[in-house]
């Protein structure tokens, strides 16, 4: 039974802890989207001073929506949570309740029985009875535990009716908090249904705008594509250096190896006729035959080792999609490859409003669109970071995005564009965290960058990159 008892209580303990850790997680959870909520206001009112409708203050909307839908389902869970202590502290009550009625009744029969000795005379005689001496002990220490277990009894009524008064206190208290986190969800359901009009009225003008957003669309496309063709080019640029780079190593690597395991020349073996002939006359030089013998076989065997030498040191095979890294640069990727996942958004606040990938225009029906990166939305001016150490490649200024800030890390390649006021230039090291510029603002009044990650020739999704 005690064993039980122990079990019983260790599972309270650790539902009590969850719902501490639960609710402690909701209040974070709330305190960061009221922060997002905040972020969100501010940029959608500087996105309107230009336009009323624009798909820069859809995407806004769009966000705003996500944001106050979520704040209502971490009210809602919190409600659920609220309401469940409710209910433990009630029940717990109950059981107070039902263990005081028990200790009462069970104090009445002590007082009844107490009765029977209550006065000196009756303890005197109830003692004086006794049998012999081993009994008259024995009553002694029933009457010392007797009156002992009163007192106890009587502590535990008191005790538990404490604990009763102030479970129904927390009852009362938890009831209330959750009347407030009803009142505070019916006000973002309101707010809610807001912005949802809101969504509805710029939709509907945006689809009335048809022709025009039609005509930014291809003028979109065409800067993205001078975009792609920019990165593409300065990236097989690098990669064609790397690779003359890569070749001259491996070619002298070889060469080197060659002049190491070059093997000796065959001695040509004179005639002993002519040997003992040449020592008679006293004379160091070989015959003229001789010598032309030995001049042809030396020559035969250079001409077949520069045979060899041409034949292993060949132009090494190397991928013309693939950077080859000297030891600085390969540390350097490493240490990039490494962030993946916890990588620092290039600008200090906002919103993906453009994901990477192939998917549905959020207004023109039938229409896909593709972004190479993604989108950040933010508020005008806003800095914009490097995400890593590296080297800008290029510095370009590209009708439709602006400026554009291409920066490479070993065989990785960030790219920053719808940039303004560009504060670096070509062949420059940066570091992390280091300003390259301010965000720019389309006619529309929306601000945001485009941001890109590449591994050599290929396309990343920078979402699975950066911090979350």
Same mark, same amino acid.
């Given at each position: 039974?005690?064993?039980?008892?122990?079990?019983?209580?260790?599972?309270?303990?650790?539902?009590?802890?969850?719902?501490?850790?639960?609710?402690?997680?909701? /209040?974070?959870?709330?305190?960061?989207?009221?922060?997002?909520?905040?972020?969100?206001?501010?940029?959608?009112?500087?996105?309107?001073?230009?336009?009323?409708?624009?798909?820069?203050?859809?995407?806004?909307?769009?966000?705003?929506?996500?944001?106050?839908?979520?704040?209502?389902?971490?009210?809602?869970?919190?409600?659920?949570?609220?309401?469940? /202590?409710?209910?433990?502290?009630?029940?717990?009550?109950?059981?107070?309740?039902?263990?005081?009625?028990?200790?009462?009744?069970?104090?009445?029969?002590?007082?009844?029985?107490?009765?029977?000795?209550?006065?000196?005379?009756?303890?005197?005689?109830?003692?004086?009875?006794?049998?012999?001496?081993?009994?008259?002990?024995?009553?002694?220490?029933?009457?010392?535990?007797?009156?002992?277990?009163?007192?106890?009894?009587?502590?535990?009524?008191?005790?538990?009716?404490?604990?009763?008064? +102030?479970?129904?206190?927390?009852?009362?208290?938890?009831?209330?908090?959750?009347?407030?986190?009803?009142?505070?969800?019916?006000?973002? +359901?309101? +707010?809610?249904?807001?912005?949802? @009009?809101?969504?509805?009225?710029?939709?509907?003008?945006?689809?009335?705008?048809?022709?025009?957003?039609?005509?930014?669309? /291809?003028?979109?496309?065409? %800067?993205?594509?001078?975009?792609?063709?920019?990165?593409?080019?300065?990236?097989?640029?690098?990669?064609?250096?790397?690779?003359?780079?890569?070749?001259?190593?491996?070619?002298?690597?070889?060469?080197?190896?060659?002049?190491?395991?070059?093997?000796?020349?065959?001695?040509?073996?004179?005639?002993?006729?002519?040997?003992?002939?040449?020592?008679?006359?006293?004379?160091? /030089?070989?015959?003229?035959?001789? @010598?032309?013998?030995?001049?042809?076989?030396?020559?035969?065997?250079?001409?077949?080792?520069? %045979?060899?030498?041409?034949?292993?040191?060949?132009?090494?095979?190397?991928?013309?999609?693939?950077?080859?890294?000297? %030891?600085?640069?390969?540390?350097? %990727?490493?240490?990039?490859?490494?962030?993946?996942?916890?990588?620092?958004?290039?600008?200090?606040?906002?919103?993906?409003?453009?994901?990477?990938?192939?998917?549905?225009?959020?207004?023109?029906?039938?229409?896909?669109?593709?972004?190479?990166?993604?989108?950040?939305?933010?508020?005008?001016?806003?800095?914009?970071?490097?995400?890593?150490?590296?080297?800008?490649?290029?510095?370009?200024?590209?009708?439709?995005?602006?400026?554009?800030?291409?920066?490479?890390?070993?065989?990785?390649?960030?790219?920053?564009?719808?940039?303004?006021?560009?504060?670096?230039? @070509?062949?420059?090291?940066?570091?992390?965290?280091?300003?390259?510029?301010?965000?720019?603002?389309?006619?529309?009044?929306?601000?945001?960058?485009?941001?890109?990650?590449?591994?050599?020739?290929?396309?990343?999704?920078?979402?699975?990159?950066?911090?979350?």
């Amino acid at each position: 039974m005690r064993y039980i008892f122990v079990l019983i209580s260790l599972i309270w303990s650790f539902s009590t802890s969850a719902q501490v850790d639960k609710k402690t997680q909701l /209040e974070q959870q709330k305190k960061d989207n009221l922060a997002k909520i905040k972020e969100l206001n501010s940029i959608i009112s500087r996105t309107s001073k230009k336009k009323n409708a624009s798909i820069g203050k859809l995407n806004v909307l769009k966000q705003q929506i996500g944001v106050q839908k979520k704040q209502i389902t971490i009210l809602n869970e919190n409600q659920q949570l609220l309401a469940a /202590e409710a209910t433990k502290l009630a029940r717990e009550s109950d059981i107070l309740a039902a263990k005081l009625e028990r200790l009462k009744k069970n104090y009445a029969l002590m007082l009844f029985e107490s009765q029977k000795v209550s006065t000196v005379s009756n303890k005197i005689s109830f003692l004086i009875l006794s049998n012999d001496f081993g009994q008259f002990t024995r009553r002694m220490d029933f009457l010392r535990q007797f009156t002992k277990n009163r007192k106890d009894q009587a502590n535990k009524i008191f005790e538990t009716r404490q604990d009763l008064m +102030t479970k129904k206190q927390q009852v009362i208290f938890k009831k209330n908090e959750e009347k407030k986190v009803i009142v505070e969800k019916e006000k973002e +359901t309101k +707010t809610l249904e807001v912005l949802k @009009t809101k969504e509805n009225k710029v939709v509907t003008v945006l689809t009335q705008q048809e022709k025009k957003l039609r005509t930014e669309l /291809e003028r979109k496309k065409l %800067a993205i594509r001078k975009l792609d063709n920019l990165i593409a080019g300065i990236v097989q640029r690098e990669i064609q250096k790397s690779m003359e780079r890569e070749r001259k190593l491996r070619q002298a690597a070889q060469a080197r190896k060659l002049e190491v395991n070059k093997p000796a020349l065959p001695k040509v073996k004179l005639d002993e006729g002519v040997v003992k002939k040449s020592e008679k006359l006293g004379v160091e /030089e070989q015959p003229k035959a001789e @010598t032309k013998l030995e001049a042809k076989a030396e020559k035969k065997e250079v001409v077949k080792e520069k %045979a060899v030498v041409a034949e292993k040191v060949a132009e090494p095979a190397l991928n013309s999609n693939t950077y080859y890294m000297n %030891a600085e640069e390969a540390k350097l %990727a490493s240490s990039f490859s490494a962030l993946r996942g916890r990588m620092p958004f290039p600008v200090p606040s906002g919103f993906i409003s453009d994901h990477f990938g192939v998917h549905k225009h959020p207004i023109l029906k039938g229409v896909m669109i593709n972004n190479n990166g993604i989108d950040i939305q933010t508020s005008p001016g806003s800095p914009v970071h490097t995400v890593y150490d590296g080297v800008v490649q290029s510095v370009v200024n590209i009708p439709g995005i602006n400026m554009v800030v291409a920066i490479q890390h070993g065989d990785y390649f960030t790219v920053y564009s719808k940039l303004a006021g560009v504060s670096v230039s @070509t062949g420059q090291k940066v570091k992390t965290g280091q300003r390259i510029g301010s965000v720019a603002s389309d006619e529309d009044g929306t601000s945001e960058i485009n941001f890109q990650v590449w591994k050599n020739t290929v396309r990343q999704n920078p979402e699975v990159w950066l911090r979350r």
